[in-house]
């Protein structure tokens, strides 16, 4: 099994300020990977796919990188309403689908 | 558009078998390449995917879980049934069931809105 790790665990940044969160692969897992934002009390909401690739909707200002084993997610200027946790989700080794852990993004 | 919604008890005993049913509109399980997933998460920890369905009836499982889970689908009523059995209060969390795609897979692109399943005598 794929062992996604994420770090950091929680993330303090100040409003429109950039946030950069990691997510590591135990192997390769070429560019199949996905970014989810969920809110409290709230379903997981498609962000990336692809690695790179904005879900429909998602506005410009998040963007993933990366290929392999190491990834990461960047929001260029925070908004009040991206203060959530954040997972990330390989599809590589279908079906076996992995989650990491997640990285919780507050408020400074 | 597509939606999915999760039903089913809020509180099963500890031995009993939890069934959860995803009712879904917008797409079609018999289109090929549509599929259905299953995944839960315990109340402040990380999602885990459980379980998929798809349009050709092929069907995968945690394999963690694989001795306890049932997954299958009613084309005609778009909905996708998982039973999980000798449940325990560990298995406790919210259960999503989302969208999912065979020959396109990026990651679950449509979920429901969760169920919280509760575990306890």
């Known amino acids: 099994e794929i062992v996604m790790t994420q770090s950091p665990a929680t993330l303090s940044v100040s409003p429109g300020e950039r946030a950069t969160l990691s997510c590591r692969a135990s192997?390769?897992?070429?560019?199949?990977l996905a970014w989810y934002q969920q809110k409290p009390g709230q379903a997981p909401r498609l962000l990336i796919y692809?690695?790179?690739t904005r879900a429909t909707g998602i506005p410009a200002r998040f963007s993933g990188g990366g290929s392999g084993t190491e990834f990461t997610l960047t929001i260029s200027s925070l908004q009040s309403e991206d203060f959530a946790v954040y997972y990330c989700?390989?599809?590589?080794?279908?079906?076996?689908?992995?989650f990491g852990q997640g990285t919780k993004l507050e408020i400074k | 558009q597509i939606t999915l919604k999760e039903s089913g008890p809020t509180l099963v005993k500890p031995t009993q078998t939890l069934t959860l049913t995803c009712t879904f509109s917008?797409?079609?399980?018999?289109?090929?390449?549509?599929?259905v997933g299953w995944i839960r998460q315990p109340p402040g920890k990380a999602l885990e995917w459980l379980a998929l369905?798809?349009?050709?009836?092929?069907?995968r499982y945690s394999p963690s879980l694989k001795s306890r889970l049932t997954i299958t689908k009613d084309t005609s009523k778009n909905q996708v049934v998982l039973t999980m059995t000798n449940m325990d209060p560990v298995d406790t969390g919210t259960y999503y069931c989302?969208?999912?795609?065979?020959?396109?897979?990026?990651?679950?692109?449509?979920w429901g809105q969760g169920t919280l399943v509760t575990v306890s005598s």
């Open positions: 917008g797409f079609s399980l018999s289109t090929s390449g549509v599929g």
């Open positions: 192997q390769s897992v070429s560019s199949n």
């Open positions: 989302a969208h999912d795609h065979y020959y396109d897979r990026n990651g679950f692109d449509y």
């Open positions: 369905i798809y349009w050709d009836d092929d069907k």
């Open positions: 989700q390989q599809y590589n080794t279908w079906p076996l689908y992995t």
């Open positions: 692809d690695a790179s």
